[in-house]
C-alpha cells in the first residue's frame, strides 16, 4: 500500500466549484484549454439533458465561470445539451497543438457538432445529423476521443468507437472535411487484434513512449483483467503490452474499473497510467519501463483513497488536470494562481448529486521516477 498522504489537497468543496452545485447525478466534468494557451487550466462541468455547462478559470484559490449556462440552460454554441447521452471533450480542430475547440456528440441520433470559442463566444465550425467521417453515429454505446494518430504531438484525430461492435473508426479533419485513416465497421473486428467485442470496453489514448505524444491506445475491459497497449505503425495497429490479469499489480475485475493517463511526476508527459476503482477506494498509478508496469502509488480494494478523499462512491470520477504551480525558479516560489505551467500533474475528484469536488497535488512526483 501506498502512503496516501503523499498527495495533498489544493482545493475541497462540498457545495461545488465556482458556482456550479454539482448536485445531479449526471454532472460531468473535464479539462479545457478555453484561453488558447496550450494548456488545459479550464475546468468544464455539464449536465445532460438540462442545457448546462459552465467553464471554470482559477484566480489564485477563486475558480470563477467565464462561461455558464444554468439549469436549465441553453447548452453552447448552438448545442442544446438537451439529451442525458449527450458528451463532451476537447480538441485540437486546427491542428495548432492546443485543445481549445470542443466536440459534443448524441449516441444513437448520428448527432456531432465542433465548437470554437472566440473569446468566450461559441460557435460551429462542424455540425452534422448524419454521423462524422463515413462514422453513422447510430448506436447508443458510440464513444469518442482524441487521438495523436500521426505522432505529431497533436491530438488532431477523432477515434470513435463502438463497443461490443468490434467498431473502430480514426478520422483525419482537412479543413473540416473528416475521413477514415482507419476504419471497422459494425460489426467489425476492432483495432490491432483487439476485439471490441464487450460493451463494457474502454480506449484512451496514452503517451507509452515517455515523448509527449498520446500516440498510443489503451484498451482495457473491466471485470475481466483484459488490457491492451496498441502502437500504430503507419496505419497498422498491434500491441505492445497484452494481458488478462490486469496490469501492473492492478486486477481489472471490477466492473467500476477506470483509467486514464497522468503526469505523475511533473515533466509534462501523460506517460503515467492510473485505475481506480470507486466505491471501493481504490486507485493505482503505474509507470511504464520498457513495457514493464508497475505502481508508483497504490491503494487496494478496500483501499482508503488517496489524499484523504475516500473514493468511497461509485459515482466518484477523476481527471489529470493543469492547476499550475509556480514555475521552477520563480522569485517567490509560490503559486500565484496565473503560472499555469502545462503539466497536466494534478488530479481532480469528484462525486455527482453531492457538490463534493477536491483538487490533489503530488508532493513526491520524484519517488520512483521513470
Given at each position: 500500500?501506498?502512503?496516501?498522504s503523499?498527495?495533498?489537497?489544493?482545493?475541497?468543496?462540498?457545495?461545488?466549484?465556482?458556482?456550479?452545485?454539482?448536485?445531479?447525478p449526471?454532472?460531468?466534468?473535464?479539462?479545457?484549454?478555453?484561453?488558447?494557451?496550450?494548456?488545459?487550466?479550464?475546468?468544464?462541468?455539464?449536465?445532460?439533458?438540462?442545457?448546462?455547462?459552465w467553464?471554470?478559470?482559477?484566480?489564485?484559490?477563486?475558480?470563477?465561470?467565464?462561461?455558464?449556462?444554468?439549469?436549465?440552460?441553453?447548452?453552447?454554441?448552438?448545442?442544446?445539451?438537451?439529451?442525458?447521452?449527450?458528451?463532451?471533450?476537447?480538441?485540437d480542430?486546427?491542428?495548432?497543438?492546443?485543445?481549445?475547440?470542443?466536440?459534443?456528440?448524441?449516441?444513437s441520433?448520428?448527432?456531432?457538432?465542433i465548437?470554437?470559442?472566440?473569446?468566450g463566444?461559441?460557435?460551429?465550425?462542424?455540425?452534422?445529423?448524419?454521423?462524422?467521417?463515413?462514422?453513422?453515429?447510430?448506436?447508443?454505446?458510440?464513444?469518442?476521443?482524441?487521438?495523436d494518430?500521426?505522432?505529431?504531438?497533436k491530438?488532431?484525430?477523432?477515434?470513435?468507437?463502438?463497443?461490443?461492435?468490434?467498431?473502430?473508426?480514426i478520422?483525419k479533419?482537412v479543413?473540416?472535411?473528416?475521413?477514415?485513416?482507419?476504419?471497422?465497421?459494425?460489426?467489425?473486428?476492432?483495432?490491432?487484434?483487439?476485439?471490441?467485442?464487450?460493451?463494457a470496453d474502454?480506449?484512451?489514448a496514452?503517451?507509452y513512449?515517455?515523448?509527449?505524444?498520446?500516440?498510443?491506445?489503451?484498451?482495457?475491459?473491466?471485470?475481466?483483467?483484459?488490457?491492451?497497449?496498441?502502437?500504430?505503425?503507419?496505419?497498422t495497429?498491434?500491441?505492445?503490452?497484452?494481458?488478462?490479469?490486469?496490469?501492473?499489480?492492478?486486477?481489472?475485475l471490477?466492473?467500476?474499473?477506470?483509467?486514464?493517463?497522468?503526469?505523475?511526476?511533473?515533466?509534462?508527459?501523460?506517460d503515467?497510467?492510473t485505475?481506480?476503482?470507486p466505491g471501493?477506494?481504490?486507485?493505482?498509478?503505474l509507470?511504464?519501463?520498457?513495457?514493464?508496469?508497475?505502481?508508483?502509488?497504490?491503494?487496494?480494494?478496500?483501499?482508503?483513497?488517496?489524499?484523504?478523499?475516500?473514493?468511497?462512491?461509485t459515482?466518484?470520477?477523476?481527471?489529470?488536470?493543469?492547476?499550475?504551480?509556480?514555475?521552477?525558479?520563480?522569485?517567490?516560489?509560490?503559486?500565484?494562481?496565473?503560472?499555469?505551467?502545462?503539466?497536466?500533474?494534478?488530479l481532480?475528484?469528484?462525486?455527482?448529486?453531492?457538490?463534493i469536488i477536491?483538487?490533489?497535488?503530488?508532493?513526491?512526483?520524484?519517488?520512483?521516477?521513470?
Amino acid at each position: 500500500m501506498s502512503n496516501p498522504s503523499t498527495f495533498t489537497p489544493v482545493y475541497q468543496s462540498g457545495s461545488g466549484i465556482g458556482g456550479f452545485n454539482l448536485l445531479s447525478p449526471a454532472d460531468i466534468s473535464f479539462a479545457f484549454d478555453y484561453d488558447h494557451s496550450g494548456r488545459l487550466d479550464h475546468i468544464v462541468l455539464y449536465q445532460p439533458g438540462a442545457g448546462t455547462i459552465w467553464i471554470l478559470k482559477r484566480d489564485g484559490a477563486i475558480f470563477s465561470a467565464v462561461y455558464a449556462q444554468g439549469a436549465p440552460g441553453n447548452g453552447i454554441g448552438g448545442y442544446d445539451l438537451a439529451s442525458t447521452a449527450d458528451r463532451v471533450f476537447a480538441f485540437d480542430y486546427d491542428h495548432s497543438g492546443k485543445l481549445d475547440h470542443l466536440v459534443l456528440y448524441r449516441p444513437s441520433t448520428g448527432i456531432v457538432w465542433i465548437l470554437k470559442n472566440d473569446k468566450g463566444v461559441f460557435s460551429p465550425v462542424f455540425q452534422s445529423n448524419t454521423g462524422i467521417g463515413g462514422f453513422n453515429l447510430l448506436s447508443p454505446d458510440d464513444r469518442a476521443l482524441a487521438f495523436d494518430y500521426d505522432h505529431s504531438g497533436k491530438l488532431d484525430h477523432l477515434l470513435f468507437y463502438q463497443p461490443g461492435a468490434g467498431t473502430a473508426w480514426i478520422l483525419k479533419n482537412v479543413k473540416g472535411v473528416f475521413s477514415a485513416v482507419y476504419a471497422q465497421g459494425a460489426p467489425g473486428n476492432g483495432i490491432g487484434g483487439y476485439d471490441l467485442g464487450s460493451t463494457a470496453d474502454r480506449i484512451i489514448a496514452f503517451d507509452y513512449e515517455h515523448c509527449e505524444k498520446l500516440d498510443h491506445l489503451v484498451l482495457y475491459r473491466p471485470n475481466t483483467g483484459i488490457v491492451w497497449i496498441l502502437k500504430n505503425d503507419k496505419g497498422t495497429f498491434s500491441p505492445v503490452y497484452s494481458s488478462n490479469s490486469g496490469i501492473g499489480g492492478f486486477n481489472l475485475l471490477s466492473p467500476n474499473d477506470h483509467a486514464f493517463a497522468f503526469d505523475y511526476n511533473k515533466d509534462h508527459k501523460l506517460d503515467h497510467l492510473t485505475f481506480y476503482q470507486p466505491g471501493a477506494g481504490t486507485i493505482w498509478i503505474l509507470k511504464n519501463d520498457k513495457g514493464v508496469f508497475s505502481p508508483v502509488y497504490a491503494q487496494g480494494a478496500p483501499g482508503v483513497g488517496i489524499g484523504g478523499y475516500d473514493l468511497a462512491s461509485t459515482a466518484d470520477r477523476v481527471y489529470a488536470y493543469d492547476y499550475g504551480d509556480a514555475e521552477p525558479g520563480s522569485k517567490s516560489g509560490k503559486d500565484d494562481g496565473k503560472k499555469h505551467h502545462g503539466g497536466n500533474d494534478h488530479l481532480v475528484l469528484y462525486r455527482p448529486n453531492t457538490g463534493i469536488i477536491w483538487i490533489l497535488k503530488n508532493d513526491n512526483p520524484r519517488d520512483n521516477r521513470k
